[in-house]
């Protein structure tokens, strides 16, 4: 299912960038839809509340045993039971979206929130007593939330970056990819227009790639302490920058128009055959910090298939996020090839 849903993000956002042209302006049609898209997208990644199982709740709580967590939860049809004694609620408690692995809530005081009822899913936050093994009630988040993101205990809030973060790399591996297309286009029919496209789309992977370098930096911030790490994940993708600016270098140095679309070409070909290699198989052979390493046991957040990882909120999100931008780039190519166009043609009339 995962993949699958991963799958149509790309195709929506491929199919509904290329279309009506990808050369002409876009409709106005066009452009409203995606929009929406795109501010979907940042809805479904930044506005649910963020919340976590059980299980990931004990997680932390047997690392940082003074921490609150929010847990998406259901109250056990007739356990709430008052003890006069300690002057506390106790009830039983499971994961809102499956019933199974109940724990013990306490909640302290005489008078029990109307909201706490079995007919409610509740966002509540709660810390763990361990002398009492029990979970004690805070406060009540929110009651039966529309969503709920995935608390995923080592990634804490900085599993929203992911809808961003990745989808911008993915675009750029797009990028190049159409790069090295019209570059082979041009190889074989010597037009100056398909030099224009494939050094267009070099420049967006370039921009979109400096994009997943920041994104990563800022995540690697919280997660690792520090911006830079030299991770394999982070060398090889400042790999990938160095061997894009080197092509950019080369069309700046060639003066005749044939003889740098003919190199830059070459170059362009030459380039994309490293990018798999950089972006998929290097950091996930060598050990690193990154999700996904070899020493990871999770595959990373996107791939993994464990419980607790992604929920299917969050991979409707993860996979909006992918078409959104997969879409941004299309609008941004489009836009770009017509400004360089119209600029040469400019330039050939002031000839």
Not at 245 to 265: H, M, Q, T, V
Request: proline share 6%; with cysteine; aromatic share 14%.
């Amino acid at each position: 299912m995962k993949g699958l849903i991963i799958a149509s993000g790309v195709f929506l956002g491929i199919i509904i960038g290329m279309l009506p042209s990808m050369y002409k302006p876009k409709p106005m049609v066009w452009k409203i839809l995606a929009v929406l898209i795109v501010t979907a997208s940042c809805c479904l990644s930044l506005l649910p509340p963020l919340a976590g199982n059980l299980q990931a709740a004990r997680y932390v709580f047997s690392k940082i045993p003074d921490r609150t967590v929010d847990v998406f939860v259901k109250v056990k049809d007739g356990t709430p039971k008052f003890d006069s004694g300690s002057n506390n609620w106790t009830m039983r408690i499971y994961n809102a979206n499956a019933a199974y692995f109940e724990q013990s809530l306490m909640f302290e005081g005489k008078n029990l929130p109307e909201e706490i009822n079995p007919r409610n899913k509740l966002l509540i936050k709660t810390r763990y007593d361990v002398s009492r093994n029990t979970f004690v009630y805070i406060s009540t988040t929110s009651v039966n939330p529309l969503f709920v993101l995935p608390f995923v205990p080592q990634l804490d809030n900085q599993v929203r970056i992911l809808n961003f973060h990745v989808p911008v790399a993915w675009v750029s591996v797009l990028a190049y990819l159409f790069a090295m297309i019209y570059a082979i286009m041009y190889l074989r029919t010597r037009k100056p227009e398909y030099d224009l496209k494939a050094s267009s789309s070099a420049a967006l992977g370039t921009v979109f790639c400096i994009l997943t370098t920041i994104t990563g930096m800022i995540w690697a911030k919280f997660n690792w302490g520090s911006f830079w790490n030299w991770d394999p994940r982070e060398t090889s993708i400042f790999i990938l920058l160095l061997i894009y600016g080197a092509y950019f270098s080369l069309r700046s140095a060639i003066d005749n128009p044939e003889i740098k679309a003919r190199l830059s070409a070459v170059y362009s070909i030459l380039a994309f055959i490293t990018v798999p290699f950089l972006v998929f198989i290097l950091p996930r052979i060598l050990e690193g910090l990154h999700p996904g390493s070899s020493n990871d046991t999770t595959s990373g957040p996107v791939l993994s298939g464990r419980e607790g990882t992604l929920d299917f909120t969050q991979q409707i999100a993860f996979g909006l996020g992918i078409g959104a931008f997969t879409i941004v780039y299309f609008w941004l190519f489009n836009i770009f090839i017509r400004a360089r166009q119209l600029s040469a043609k400019f330039l050939n009339l002031n000839n």
